[in-house]
């Protein structure tokens, strides 16, 4: 079956500009995750998505940073007044939401890399 | 809060040799899991491989194996015969075993770019 997809696979913008970064998980899958990955650093965790609950929002760097997840399914990542240290690769993951003690893994995207100028 | 410690940025390998990729974590947590995840220049990440920390026994996969040392906090990965496709950064990543919520989330460490010499 299809894996996550995200879109665009590449993203230059003007420092000040908002762009919107999109993930679609694997269909079926509840839980969905947003990391960053600056230039030599790992996966940064952003924010986490449960079906229709309230995100979990305690990752996202500053209040430029915003993300909503439609029907449970497609999840937008939006970013204000981008400034050049947003500049990175913003990756998208999902995972079927087991009971508490079961183990499911998390299905990456390819990522968004996002260069602001 | 957990942390995970990658403290070799690269590291080279003749093809068909063996290496090891080092990785130690904090945590104060008796349950978790550690994985390592392989990121080729595509960007896709990949799970090479899993280990349960109640599981005592090594984890392996193929050409893939861990040696965990749970009271050392160390986690790492051996390669065997390594092959050009193995190329790639690898991230040695954490996850709470209780993981309700956003403690479902994988805490990386800053990864590894390994290159195989032909």
């Known amino acids: 079956g299809a894996g996550v997809s995200q879109s665009p696979s590449n993203k230059v913008t003007e420092k000040g500009k908002d762009v919107e970064l999109r993930c679609d998980p694997i269909s079926g899958h509840t839980a969905l995750y947003w990391y960053r990955q600056s230039l030599g650093q790992g996966l940064e965790f952003l924010i986490y998505?449960?079906?229709?609950?309230?995100?979990?929002k305690s990752g996202l760097p500053s209040d430029r940073f915003s993300a909503e997840r439609t029907g449970g399914s497609v999840s937008t990542l939006t970013i204000q007044r981008t400034q050049q240290e947003d500049s990175a690769v913003y990756l998208c993951?999902?995972?079927?939401?087991?009971?508490?003690?079961?183990?499911?893994?998390?299905?990456f995207g390819p990522g968004t890399r996002l260069t602001v100028l | 809060a957990q942390t995970v410690t990658q403290s070799q940025p690269e590291m080279s390998v003749q093809e068909a040799e063996t290496v090891t990729l080092s990785c130690t974590y904090d945590?104060?947590?008796?349950?978790?899991?550690l994985f390592w995840y392989k990121q080729p220049p595509s960007r896709q990440m990949i799970l090479v491989i899993r280990q349960e920390a109640y599981k005592q026994q090594n984890a392996t996969e193929n050409r893939f194996s861990v040696n965990f040392q749970k009271a050392a906090k160390s986690f790492s990965l051996k390669i065997s015969d390594s092959q050009l496709g193995d190329a790639a950064m690898y991230f040695c990543a954490y996850r709470s075993a209780n993981g309700l919520g956003a403690n479902s989330k994988l805490t990386f460490g800053k990864g590894i770019t390994l290159s195989v010499r032909p």
């Open positions: 945590t104060s947590e008796s349950d978790y899991y």
């Open positions: 998505f449960q079906g229709n609950s309230a995100p979990d």
């Open positions: 993951a999902s995972r079927f939401q087991g009971g508490a003690g079961a183990y499911n893994e998390q299905f």
